[in-house]
Nanobody
Framework: VQLQASGGGLTQAGGSLRLSCAAS????????MGWFRQAPGKEREFVAA????????YYADSVKGRFTISRTNAKNTVYLQMNSLKPEDTAVYYC?????????????????WGQGTLVTVSS
């Protein structure tokens, strides 16, 4: 599986961005998908995840109520709608795919990673 993230950019605090992650391959619908982020000087952290069917979603406490993850299996794409952005949301955002049954919150459970897209939120 190859993943291509896009949609990052510069916005002001309170603004919105929508990230997309396009996946290659015919088995996209078999994978759970996640978004992680890494800010300068910090470790990569979990943001959101969605099960293969889209029936279950998971969020970090820091983004709950502001971000929404969704997927369209027919288009091999997962999305991250980010609203009410804050300067602390500034980071490189990575999408990832998994076929394991472990925790959605752990980056170790993800087997494929995209290249990242930069989100910058100014105050």
């Amino acid at each position: 599986v190859q993943l291509q993230a896009s949609g990052g950019g510069l916005t002001q605090a309170g603004g919105s961005l929508r990230l997309s992650c396009a996946a290659s391959g015919r088995t996209f619908s078999s994978y759970g998908m996640g978004w992680f982020r890494q800010a300068p000087g910090k470790e990569r952290e979990f943001v959101a995840a969605i099960s293969w069917s889209g029936g279950s979603t998971y969020y970090a406490d820091s983004v709950k109520g502001r971000f929404t993850i969704s997927r369209t299996n027919a288009k091999n794409t997962v999305y991250l709608q980010m609203n009410s952005l804050k300067p602390e949301d500034t980071a490189v955002y990575y999408c990832a795919a998994r076929y394991s049954s472990g925790s959605y919150y752990s980056s170790y459970e993800y087997h494929y990673w995209g290249q990242g897209t930069l989100v910058t939120v100014s105050s």
